[in-house]
């Protein structure tokens, strides 16, 4: 069975127009079976987020207003997207889906604490509301494709660690529940609508992958299915030199190698989920990023090999990030305390830059709002010499290994000479990119800076004014 896996989004899933452009994708694609892979609708995970909230402090009617807006959200796309007599059995499925999360809300009201586990049972709701409608309005223009369609809950086929919030797919499981129950629907019907960001522990616990989980939801399903590609749609043009919203004058990379990729997404790259490059990097399945409102462009293709005539060259990073330095606890060998270090404060603080001097380790972590009681609980806090606020950048530019070291230092040159010091830098005369820190004000400044200089040709830059 020969099997592409398709996954939406955002703002392709945000209003009749988007999702009945949805609806032409997937009924174009007549000669192989399908599964779509579908996020919650524009907004709505933000309002489940809001929910715990209300939950936590005990907010009652905010409580109430949010889950109105929710309800009105998908009630109102229902009447714009089906004919009436449609509508009143999609509407009505809604109501008894809804009801339910509306009542474990009121349930946990009244419970002293909402446990993670009970957090990733509220914001599962969103893609479980969008897919049950999307499949619906797949099912009522299925003229033009061949085969049936049918919806499937993930949490039957993805099976999680109880690692609420952040969940680790369980491989051997996953794999005999989709062989078992996935493809033989599949095969069956060659049109198959799921849900993203979610899954379910052996004890049938709800679990979430992380904000922006559906695209890992949508490579995983493609590596269990063996899929021939994973196609991630959404609202720009591909995975872009840098963020749109900052430069002005953006390229799209026509192909990236996985580590390319993974690294791009792993730094900041917010068109793909950090984790979603590994499932089809292990079983070698090709990765589109395609734009839902212009199908014509061919998007970014991921694979074994990049395929660029030019060097990829790309800047991208995060904004709300610390700078942490300690020192080392009095006699401690300097050769082994970093490594405890790394391994007590990367708990759920993945680092993004890692720097060894002497007595002393700095790193730069994602900000988390909890970041002081995180702080506290790793036991290093005495060995604490400073931690400030930052943001951490990370230049990707593909180069032979002797211009790597020379590349760097025109980065330090470039920013410095604009007013721009450096906090911290990874030094990496192996990597292909470069990861460094600047403070916050300087955020902006410094991609749109780094973009000239690496990602804009040399005749175009006199044009432009940094």
């Given at each position: 069975m020969n099997i592409v896996v398709y996954k939406f989004g955002g703002s392709s899933v945000a209003d009749p127009i988007a999702l009945f452009r949805l609806v032409d994708l997937v009924t174009r694609e007549r000669n192989r079976s399908m599964v779509v892979v579908v996020s919650?609708?524009?907004?709505?995970?933000?309002?489940?987020?809001?929910?715990?909230?209300?939950?936590?402090?005990?907010?009652?009617?905010?409580?109430t207003d949010l889950l109105e807006e929710i309800e009105e959200q998908h009630l109102s796309l229902i009447a714009r997207c089906f004919q009436p007599e449609t509508a009143d059995a999609v509407r009505r499925e809604f109501a008894e889906e809804f009801s339910y999360l509306d009542a474990l809300c009121h349930n946990f009201l009244r419970q002293k604490k909402v446990s993670t586990r009970k957090h990733d049972q509220i914001l599962a709701f969103g893609e479980r509301f969008s897919s049950k409608i999307i499949f619906h309005l797949i099912r009522s223009h299925q003229t033009r494709r061949r085969g049936s369609c049918a919806w499937l809950d993930v949490r039957e086929v993805l099976r999680t660690d109880a690692h609420f919030g952040a969940a680790t797919p369980l491989w051997t499981e996953s794999q005999q529940l989709v062989n078992?129950?996935?493809?033989?629907?599949?095969?069956?019907?060659?049109?198959?609508?799921?849900?993203?960001?979610?899954?379910?522990?052996?004890?049938?616990?709800?679990?979430?992958?992380?904000?922006?989980?559906?695209?890992?939801?949508?490579?995983?399903?493609?590596?269990?299915?063996?899929?021939?590609?994973?196609?991630?749609?959404?609202?720009?043009?591909?995975?872009?030199?840098?963020?749109?919203?900052?430069?002005?004058?953006?390229?799209?990379?026509?192909?990236?190698?996985?580590?390319?990729?993974a690294t791009l997404a792993y730094y900041g790259a917010k068109v793909l989920h950090e984790r979603c490059v590994g499932p089809v990097s292990d079983k070698r399945i090709p990765l589109r990023v395609r734009n839902t409102f212009d199908v014509a462009h061919r998007g970014t293709w991921i694979g074994p090999n990049s395929r660029n005539s030019n060097k990829v060259r790309a800047v991208t990073g995060?904004?709300?990030?610390?700078?942490?330095?300690?020192?080392?606890?009095?006699?401690?060998?300097?050769?082994?305390?970093?490594?405890?270090?790394?391994?007590?404060?990367?708990?759920?603080?993945?680092?993004?830059?890692?720097?060894?001097?002497?007595?002393?380790?700095?790193?730069?972590?994602?900000?988390?709002?909890?970041?002081?009681?995180?702080?506290?609980?790793?036991?290093?806090?005495?060995?604490?010499?400073?931690?400030?606020?930052?943001?951490?950048?990370?230049?990707?530019?593909?180069?032979?290994?002797?211009?790597?070291?020379?590349?760097?230092i025109q980065v330090v040159q470039a920013?410095?000479?604009?007013?721009?010091?450096?906090?911290?830098?990874?030094?990496?005369?192996?990597?292909?990119?470069?990861?460094?820190?600047?403070?916050?004000?300087?955020?902006?400044?410094?991609?749109?800076?780094?973009?000239?200089?690496?990602?804009?040709?040399?005749?175009?830059?006199?044009?432009?004014?940094?």
């Open positions: 919650a609708l524009a907004g709505v995970t933000n309002n489940l987020v809001a929910v715990l909230e209300a939950l936590k402090d005990k907010r009652t009617q905010l409580l078992s129950q996935l493809l033989p629907v599949l095969d069956q019907h060659k049109l198959l609508i799921t849900q993203g960001f979610t899954g379910a522990t052996r004890e049938g616990f709800t679990t979430t992958l992380g904000r922006g989980g559906s695209d890992f939801s949508a490579t995983l399903l493609g590596a269990l299915c063996a899929a021939e590609e994973v196609q991630i749609w959404t609202d720009v043009d591909g995975i872009m030199t840098a963020d749109p919203r900052l430069v002005g004058n953006p390229e799209t990379l026509p192909y990236l190698n996985y580590n390319q990729a995060k904004r709300e990030a610390r700078l942490l330095t300690l020192n080392s606890p009095s006699g401690t060998q300097v050769g082994t305390w970093p490594v405890g270090v790394v391994q007590a404060l990367s708990e759920n603080r993945v680092p993004l830059g890692l720097h060894f001097a002497g007595h002393e380790v700095s790193m730069v972590c994602e900000d988390h709002p909890d970041w002081n009681d995180w702080l506290t609980s790793t036991g290093y806090g005495s060995q604490i010499k400073s931690d400030r606020t930052c943001s951490f950048l990370y230049v990707l530019a593909e180069l032979d290994p002797g211009a790597r070291q020379e590349m760097q920013l410095e000479s604009h007013g721009i010091p450096l906090l911290f830098q990874v030094r990496d005369s192996d990597a292909e990119g470069a990861g460094l820190a600047v403070a916050r004000e300087h955020f902006d400044r410094a991609v749109q800076i780094l973009h000239k200089l690496l990602c804009i040709a040399k005749e175009d830059q006199k044009l432009l004014a940094v």
